[in-house]
């Protein structure tokens, strides 16, 4: 019987490897800024602002925050830290960035450039998957009417086929290339749309594996209940279930439109309820992995090796293809690179568009991390000890 190596997330010359000292001390002055919430919705306001009227802040941002988060502004500008992350066992999903911008010719720019990610991804084996939200393809306040049973003018109507037409054709793209693609979750109210397209999809090309990947939000009170219903439809339909499981992103914003609305907010009132939600869903996807494959989308260290001893507890190979997990990049790098080090399938979420463009994205991507409780305090102390471990031994 083949040992499995051990690993451990405190291994920062495992965790850092990929960088140098100057970017260990690049992130830890970014870190330090992001753990003053006002001081980042202030500088992410005046760059809003900056680029409204007109005023030159790209290089600046380019150098900072997007250097962070970002893996370039092309596909092809990308492919450096592509084979970089690659070089030591971590792959990439690319995410085409741009969002927040209701127009069709917008909707139609993005759906060509995700259908040129499914293309480019096929191709290259450090890339095994695809991704895209259903908001950069769909007018979100058109879905959120047709959720509610609105009635739609004749111009929503049309919109909606074409985004629909937009979102099938994505997926049809993605199965004849044979490339695994993944739908991000987003706010609940549209979500049951996403979701409805999802398991038609699921239904036409997941036959034989998993393509298709829909994402279960945790920090839902109901989402436990929908990821198994999703299975028992799997199972009942005859196809495989794709499975991105993640805490949640929009924990302010859904609590905000709860109250005005008037409805029960959606989101579990603890952190504690949370974590105890996707730990259970990693449990029933494990136990349930000959119909599902999934993906972990987490920086929870507790999470990420409960995963890993249940993968190992039943038996199954790390390198299994139905378990991923995944961060994003520029965070959790002790987690990922760790992981990768120990043989598990590892992939971290790259970022990519025009700086401009990709700002809304950046702008709620470092709200939400400087809101996780703690998340941005660990990053910050395992870059200093880090830059205190290889001062010592002179590293550079």
């Known amino acids: 019987m083949r040992i499995k190596p051990e690993f451990s997330f405190d291994n920062l010359k495992i965790a850092f490897a990929h960088l140098k000292i100057t970017d260990l001390k690049r992130m830890q002055k970014l870190y330090r800024l992001m753990n003053y919430p006002f001081l980042v919705m202030t500088g992410v306001f005046l760059t809003k602002t900056f680029f409204q009227f007109g005023l030159s802040v790209k290089e600046p941002l380019k150098r900072t925050v997007f250097k962070q988060f970002c893996g370039g502004e092309s596909f092809e500008t990308c492919q450096k830290t592509i084979n970089k992350l690659g070089s030591y066992g971590v792959s990439s999903i690319l995410d085409y960035s741009v969002e927040g911008k209701e127009e069709e010719n917008i909707f139609e720019a993005t759906m060509m450039e995700i259908l040129n990610t499914i293309q480019k991804t096929g191709k290259n084996p450090l890339l095994p998957f695809a991704v895209f939200k259903v908001s950069g393809i769909a007018s979100t306040s058109i879905m959120a009417k047709v959720q509610t049973n609105g009635i739609l003018f004749p111009e929503e109507e049309k919109q909606f086929d074409a985004a629909r037409a937009r979102f099938f054709l994505l997926c049809k793209a993605a199965a004849n290339s ?219």
């Open 178 to 396: 044979g490339v695994k693609l993944m739908v991000d979750g987003e706010e609940s109210w549209f979500q049951d749309i996403t979701d409805s397209w999802m398991l038609e999809a699921m239904k036409l090309y997941n036959k034989k594996e998993a393509i298709l990947y829909n994402t279960f939000q945790m920090y839902r009170t109901n989402m436990e209940e929908r990821l198994k219903d999703a299975h028992k439809k799997a199972v009942t339909g005859g196809f495989y279930l794709g499975a991105k499981l993640v805490r949640g992103a929009y924990m302010e914003k859904e609590r905000k439109n709860a109250r005005r609305m008037g409805y029960t907010d959606p989101i579990h009132s603890t952190k504690e309820a949370t974590d105890n939600a996707y730990n259970n869903a990693l449990n029933f996807c494990v136990k349930n992995i000959q119909q599902i494959s999934l993906v972990s989308g987490s920086h929870n260290e507790l999470s990420n090796k409960k995963l890993a001893e249940l993968i190992d507890l039943h038996g199954f190979e790390r390198s299994d293809v139905r378990f991923y997990f995944s961060q994003l990049y520029g965070m959790g790098d002790h987690i990922s690179f760790n992981l990768a080090k120990a043989g598990f399938n590892v992939a971290k979420y790259l970022p990519y568009g025009p700086v401009r463009e990709v700002l809304p994205y950046l702008g709620r991507r470092i709200k939400e991390n400087s809101g996780i409780s703690g998340q941005i305090s660990r990053e910050q102390i395992l870059v200093k000890k880090e830059i205190f471990r290889r001062k010592n031994l002179k590293i550079a």
